[in-house]
């Protein structure tokens, strides 16, 4: 009796191992893909492939598939695959002279809108001043914005021509945006500042 319960328990005891040896997973070389570059890595490299430079990548919002590039012009905003791991497609830059030249006739912020990037892909982004302290887009059902510390800039403060913090602010819709934004910005203690009844 003995030997037959010592039999039924080799028995078990050798379907068990067979069975998990089976479903181990193949650690072969090539069975598990890992990349061997990070995709900061894969952006700057398609962004220098485009004659731009590329000093890093600031931000990967991938709630939104798009990350942003700073140059050392601008700041380049790249839209980024669903799965994460490769820029789709460059999109134009914000010029960081050209912003400070055009600091009376744009006020505290600047912005530009891209539609249909993709068929479900649209995006409003500028820079703004740090006296920018809200902004309202109007047009996009009154929200705010997503924003980012850039660096400190010659952005200029108060009418002057010192540095100051400057920011990159956007939204991405699947849908078209209107075009031009109606925005409106506010300052320290809610004072307007831009948009509304007020341009600065």
Same mark, same amino acid.
């Given at each position: $009796?003995?030997?037959?319960?010592?039999?039924?328990?080799?028995?078990?005891?050798?379907?068990?191992?067979?069975?998990?040896?089976?479903?181990?997973?193949?650690?072969?070389?090539?069975?598990?893909?890992?990349?061997? %570059?990070?995709?900061?890595?894969?952006?700057?490299?398609?962004?220098? @492939?485009?004659?731009?430079?590329?000093?890093?990548?600031?931000?990967?919002? %991938?709630?939104?598939?798009?990350?942003?590039?700073?140059? *050392?012009?601008?700041? /380049?905003?790249?839209?980024?695959?669903?799965?994460?791991?490769?820029?789709?497609?460059?999109?134009?830059?914000?010029?960081? &002279?050209?912003?400070?030249?055009?600091?009376?006739?744009?006020?505290?912020?600047?912005?530009?809108? *891209?539609?249909?990037? &993709?068929?479900?892909?649209?995006? /409003?982004?500028?820079?703004?001043?740090?006296? @920018?302290? %809200?902004?309202?887009?109007? +047009?996009?059902?009154?929200? &705010?914005?997503?924003?980012?510390?850039?660096?400190?800039?010659?952005?200029?403060?108060?009418?002057? +021509?010192?540095? @100051?913090?400057?920011?990159?602010?956007?939204?991405?819709?699947?849908?078209? $945006?209107?075009?031009?934004?109606?925005?409106?910005?506010?300052?320290?203690?809610?004072? /307007?500042?831009?948009?509304?009844?007020?341009?600065?």
């Amino acid at each position: $009796m003995s030997k037959k319960i010592l039999l039924a328990l080799l028995c078990l005891g050798l379907i068990v191992v067979l069975y998990f040896s089976a479903s181990r997973p193949d650690s072969s070389p090539g069975s598990n893909y890992i990349p061997t %570059t990070s995709l900061e890595e894969a952006i700057c490299t398609k962004v220098e @492939a485009r004659n731009e430079d590329c000093k890093k990548v600031i931000l990967i919002d %991938t709630d939104s598939n798009v990350a942003f590039v700073e140059s *050392e012009f601008g700041i /380049l905003p790249v839209l980024i695959s669903k799965d994460h791991t490769k820029m789709v497609k460059m999109l134009p830059g914000l010029d960081f &002279q050209e912003f400070r030249e055009e600091k009376e006739e744009n006020g505290p912020i600047t912005w530009r809108v *891209e539609n249909n990037v &993709q068929k479900d892909f649209s995006i /409003l982004y500028g820079f703004a001043r740090d006296k @920018a302290k %809200t902004i309202i887009i109007n +047009s996009e059902g009154n929200i &705010q914005p997503n924003k980012f510390y850039v660096r400190d800039d010659l952005a200029g403060m108060s009418g002057g +021509s010192g540095t @100051a913090p400057l920011w990159v602010w956007y939204i991405t819709s699947k849908n078209e $945006m209107i075009k031009p934004a109606d925005i409106t910005v506010y300052g320290t203690d809610g004072h /307007l500042i831009y948009g509304g009844s007020k341009d600065e």
